[in-house]
Nanobody, 122 residues
Framework: QVKLVESGGGLVQPGGSLRLSCAAS????????VAWFRQAPGKEREGVSCITNHDVSAYYIDSVKGRFTASRDNGKNTAYLQMAGLKPEDTATYYCAINQECSSVLAEYDYWGQGTQVTVSS
């Protein structure tokens, strides 16, 4: 059974850090690009980052560049999103998803995790 499970979310003060994990089971994560999306209340889900499978390049939206770092450990079948310098506007539910290639089109992603809540507040 294909499954993605996010973890690592929580409540953090502005300027703080969190590391999100996306643990895959039932398939080989190394064969897929892994994207991170987020959705804040009342807003559309947006792509935050994507890391490819072939050359392990990572892409980021402008608002998180320099603060977020995507990585993957294929031996552990897990992907990560290291978030630093967190801001209140980063508050959202964060999801990981897989696809053959990085894409900004949500419908192209085959499988999604259940999400993990990140709240940035003092």
């Amino acid at each position: 059974q294909v499954k993605l499970v996010e973890s690592g979310g929580g409540l953090v003060q502005p300027g703080g850090s969190l590391r999100l994990s996306c643990a895959a089971s039932g398939f080989t994560l190394a064969l897929y690009a892994v994207a991170w999306f987020r959705q804040a209340p009342g807003k559309e889900r947006e792509g935050v980052s994507c890391i490819t499978n072939h050359d392990v390049s990572a892409y980021y939206i402008d608002s998180v560049k320099g603060r977020f770092t995507a990585s993957r450990d294929n031996g552990k079948n897990t992907a990560y999103l290291q978030m630093a310098g967190l801001k209140p506007e980063d508050t959202a539910t964060y999801y990981c998803a897989i696809n053959q290639e990085c894409s900004s089109v949500l419908a192209e992603y085959d499988y999604w995790g259940q999400g993990t809540q990140v709240t940035v507040s003092s």
